[in-house]
């Protein structure tokens, strides 16, 4: 991503799961690349530039999505193999959520900095979207079962986030139901009333 070179520096990360809103319609997508300023995304899903997402993002073992507003910058198409990418910038981030996405990716950097010296951390070296990055393993059975597996993870906590989202949603619905009916009983007791006098 050459034209990412010039924002700030993306870590590559694997294991964070990005549950994207576009409008009514929400989708888990890949995170592969994160930043301050932005991320980069995987997914079938065709999104024009310009568009302005709701993105979710949830650690492993974590409860509490990191929420941002990105608006996609730009589309990587798709090849050998690799869904379409999502090239996206935040926008008007909560200050409590960029303070959590700063501490993310220092975190991402002391990881880094902690890494082998033989072999040379993802993080370290300047972003690249995987489409153009040589396959990690040789055997090609082996990587499409990791690819697969994490796929699946993705899709599952993707599959969570929306069940918090409808969890939620359904409250919010219960709360309006009483709340009409309150206005219903109220409602018929001042028209007992009437029609009694």
Not at 15 to 21: D, K, L, N, S, Y
Not at 39 to 68: M, N, Q, S, Y
Not at 107 to 118: G, L
Request: proline share 7%.
């Amino acid at each position: 991503m050459a034209d990412t070179q010039s924002r700030t520096h993306r870590f590559r990360v694997s294991g964070i799961a990005a549950h994207v809103r576009e409008g009514a319609a929400a989708f888990p997508c890949q995170l592969e690349e994160l930043a301050a300023d932005g991320a980069f995304l995987r997914t079938g899903r065709v999104i024009e530039v310009g568009t302005t997402l709701e993105v979710d993002l949830v650690k492993p073992g974590g409860r509490k999505p990191l929420h941002l507003r990105a608006v996609v910058l730009r589309t990587v198409p798709g090849h050998d193999g690799h869904q379409p990418g999502l090239d996206v910038e935040f926008r008007m981030v909560p200050p409590d959520d960029f303070q959590r996405l700063v501490a993310w990716l220092e975190e991402m950097k002391t990881r880094a900095a902690k890494a082998p010296a033989h072999g040379s951390p993802a993080a370290a070296v300047p972003a690249v979207p995987a489409a153009v990055l040589p396959a990690a393993s040789t055997d090609p059975v082996q990587a499409d079962t990791g690819v697969d597996g994490s796929k699946l993870m993705l899709q599952i906590k993707g599959l969570l986030l929306e069940m918090d989202d409808l969890r939620d949603r359904l409250r919010l619905r219960d709360i309006e139901v009483d709340d009409l009916r309150r206005q219903l009983s109220t409602a018929e007791q001042l028209l007992g009333r009437r029609t009694s006098n």
